[in-house]
């Protein structure tokens, strides 16, 4: 039996009269025998709450800073009428800031044989699978002096999916996707093998495009335009080993990559190429493989939404045998990693020439706006020295980046709000150029 504040403020009552300050609750509710009785036979009255059933029903996905409604049925088997105070308890990453407690707990009278429903509101707080917890049930007898209380389990789990902030950039891109592959009146000349049509020639056009036959047929120079090839292959790769676990601003490097890569397979999938993802760092940790267009982009956002970065050094040779094992045909191999030197030299470039001698290689990393605001300070001994860290910094990443450059890698560097449209426009410079 659980002593409610009220039945402490009503013993103490009864027991003034008397003249005893009780030293226990057992020795003060001794000293008035009518409350005593009120409270046993309250309890008595109390609905019980071992016999309750419950069923749940709502949302199973949300999105990351989205709301998820998830309904809780309680059904009073007893015959007496239930009023209760119901506690619903997720994690604590399944609520935003000062909200648990207003969104977990309800009271409710439920009568005989009847049954009610409570809603939770979910605003989660990270990524990730979030798991219902316990439902902890008090159930008041009708003075409401005392209470049962009993514990269930009720199994519920809700998919806390990437936001994907990038996807307003994704109009701009379908639309010079569109002028590249000549579905608007501006005609952009690739480089590849599909023929589309003849125009007339003008400054700056590639002298190996003109067609010299239709020249002779008429009197304007005429250059072939052509059409980007299609159903190309892209393998994206999310390095996701240690480097990946450190913060950029307020969200670590394999959100930004996540982001990134969830706009390029959005863009790929209409422009009718195949995307595979791989996410790896010592062992596979995600995989989606041969879905087609209307199941790729949902397959990626559900493979994506567990992930966490692991404390571990990648292995280089492991996650190149994966890629090749997951591209063996010609590709596009898009490895959104970190631009550390250490990792890059002794771990990246020793395997590379194993990628790039059967496919084209394009490595993107996130890159820190901290430093760069680092490296513009001045006004004191101590910015300054901030300035010069910042610079040598800046100065290595490049380094690193014209070393992956001479291996005819193709490499984005970009602050996390500009990563996704830098990563999309570097996948469509080389469909117009012909390189996939």
């Known amino acids: 039996m659980a002593l409610t504040g009220r039945t402490a403020l009503l013993a103490a009552i009864g027991a003034l009269p008397v003249g005893i300050l009780a ?54 088997a007893s015959k007496r009428r239930l009023r209760a105070q119901v506690r619903d308890a997720w994690p604590p990453s399944s609520w935003g800031a000062g909200t648990e407690q207003a969104t977990s707990r309800s009271r409710l009278t439920i009568p005989a044989g009847e049954r009610r429903r409570i809603t939770t509101s979910l605003r989660p707080t990270r990524r990730g699978d979030r798991h219902a917890d316990r439902v902890t049930v008090r159930s008041y007898g009708p003075l409401g002096l005392a209470a049962r209380q009993s514990s269930h389990k009720v199994p519920w789990t809700v998919r806390v999916l990437p936001p994907f902030t990038s996807r307003k950039h994704l109009p701009s891109r379908l639309a010079r ?59 994206l790769v999310l390095d996701t080993g240690r480097t990946s676990a450190g913060r950029v601003g307020d969200v670590p490097r394999l959100d930004a990559s996540m982001d990134a890569a969830l706009l390029l397979t959005a863009l790929a999938s209409r422009a009718g190429d195949r995307v595979d993802l791989l996410a790896y760092d010592r062992r596979v940790r995600a995989q989606v493989h041969g879905r087609s267009a209307s199941e790729l982009l949902p397959a990626v956002v559900d493979a994506l939404a567990p992930l966490e970065p692991e404390l571990v050094e990648t292995d280089a040779r492991g996650l190149s045998a994966a890629a090749l094992k997951s591209a063996p045909r010609r590709s596009l191999i898009v490895l959104l990693t970190n631009l550390d030197a250490a990792p890059i030299e002794e771990g990246l470039l020793p395997v590379l020439p194993q990628l790039t001698q059967r496919h084209t290689v394009l490595v993107a990393s996130v890159a820190d706006p901290q430093v760069e605001k680092m490296s513009k300070a001045r006004g004191s001994v101590e910015a300054v020295y901030d300035a010069a860290a910042a610079a040598q910094a800046q100065a290595q990443r490049r380094r690193t980046a014209e070393q992956l450059q001479r291996h005819g890698v193709t490499v984005v560097d970009a602050t996390p709000e500009n990563l996704a449209p830098a990563l999309a426009d570097a996948y469509l410079a080389l469909k117009a150029a012909g390189r996939l």
């Open 23 to 76: 030293p226990s609750w057992t020795g003060m509710l001794a000293v008035n025998a009518p409350l005593s009785l009120a409270i046993v036979c309250d309890y008595a009255l109390a609905a019980p709450v071992r016999s309750l059933r419950f069923t749940r029903s709502g949302e199973t996905t949300v999105r990351l800073g989205g709301q998820a409604d998830v309904q809780l049925s309680i059904t009073n």
């Open 177 to 235: 996707l569109r002028e590249l592959d000549g579905r608007t009146s501006v005609l952009i000349r690739g480089q590849g093998t599909e023929f589309d049509s003849l125009r007339d020639y003008v400054p700056g056009d590639d002298t190996r495009s003109i067609d010299w036959r239709a020249t002779a047929r008429q009197a304007n120079v005429a250059v072939r335009t052509w059409r980007p090839e299609r159903d190309r292959h892209i393998l």
